[in-house]
């Protein structure tokens, strides 16, 4: 354990009660327009892989590939929120993805789509990384809940994101209908997160702290970061392994409806829903804090 020297931080006066919490659910709603975004093409994949002509590893590609745009844009977006608005990340990370999303349907084959699909990884990253610095600055006396709501914000996208899109898709009878609806959606949020979510809010930094900093690691080689690391590798094979080509396998081989594939696919965000009560706790929200610091 290291015990750092107490820091003072300036203090931004935040947005406080009701207000804070809609324009915080607003946020909350974007990132699960994320979600939708990622859980929805998998589910398509069946359709998508027959009208290309991919192989099944081609097809298991698309579907996983935007992890690699989230990869690359990672630490670059750590850079940006030190030189840029959180809120101008949110709207152009919702946007970037949104577009790539809608692009997705007008691919020509199998480059340009994986184009399509690393940039809606590109957009996620960034959004992320501002909603959840959002969530530590707007909240700081319940920084861990409002870290929690974040991943309960996804599991809603996921469950409700597959379904949906196989609803559309047998509707209109096409893949493309639940891309461009997606899409779509995600820029109407992006428009109302840029009129009713102000920058008084999103770029809050909590109340001044004379307390020492209690916890953290001497440096990115320490035992705990490379647990940490291993745990999340061996986390993102077995999540994209599922998310990835499960519903293909339950369509094609086991003759699943894609509304009951859907279902499937959408159930594996549903643990997440514990997150919030989890970091609402005092343990939770103290090792969500010392975890941010």
Known sequence: ?????????????????????????????????????????????????????????????QSTIFALGMGIVGIPAGIALARFSRK?????????????????????????????????????????????????????????????????????????GPWAATALLEHYGTWQAPMFAFGGLGLLVTLAVALFVPRRFTEATGTQTR????????????????LLAVITVLFGLADFAYIGLYATYLRDELGFTSGQAGLAIGLSGLAAFASPSAAGSPTGSTRACASAR
């Open 211 to 226: 307390e020492p900093t209690v916890g953290g690691s001497p440096s990115l080689l320490s035992w705990n970061p490379i």
């Open 88 to 160: 101008m990340l949110v709207v152009v990370g919702t946007s970037i993805f949104s577009v790539a999303t809608v692009l997705t349907v007008f691919s020509a084959g199998f480059a340009d789509m994986l184009l399509w699909r690393i940039s809606s990884g590109v957009g996620e990253a960034l959004q992320l990384a501002a909603i959840l610095t959002v969530a530590a600055g707007a909240f700081p006396r319940h920084r861990g809940l409002a870290i929690g709501a974040v991943n309960m914000a996804f599991a809603t996208g996921s469950v409700i």
């Open 1 to 61: 354990m290291t015990i750092r020297a107490a820091s003072i931080r300036p203090a931004t006066r935040a947005i406080v009660g009701f207000p804070a919490v809609a324009m915080y659910a607003l946020l909350l709603l974007a990132y699960s327009v994320n979600a939708m975004d990622r859980m929805v093409f998998p589910v398509l994949l069946p359709e998508v892989r027959h009208e290309y002509g991919f192989s099944l590893d081609q097809s298991g590609l």
